[in-house]
């Protein structure tokens, strides 16, 4: 997660992170994001929505989302700030205006 949050500080304006919290006990992974000084958005998703919307086979995987609600780009498994940076810039990808 620190990859996520140094991207998330130099991210381009029109690009956001948002954690999809897949956990029960919210609450513990609330004073886990504050604790860590994270500043990302944690959504919490009790019935699995979300993994059901995207297709998410494991955890963790990284979904890149277009403004118009099209998928960019999945990567299952850690990412790096370096993997992030170049999801948001490749071809197809969401590119800073």
Known sequence: MPDFEEFNTSKPD???????????????????????????????????????????????????VGGDGVIRARVEGQVTKQILDSLVCEPGSIRPT
């Open 14 to 64: 029109n690009v956001a992170v948002l954690m999809i919290n897949l956990d029960r006990d919210a609450g513990r992974v609330e004073t886990y994001i504050k604790n860590k000084g994270y500043t990302f958005t944690v959504l919490k998703d009790e019935k699995a929505q979300t993994v059901r919307s995207y297709l998410i086979r494991g955890v963790p995987t990284t979904v890149v």
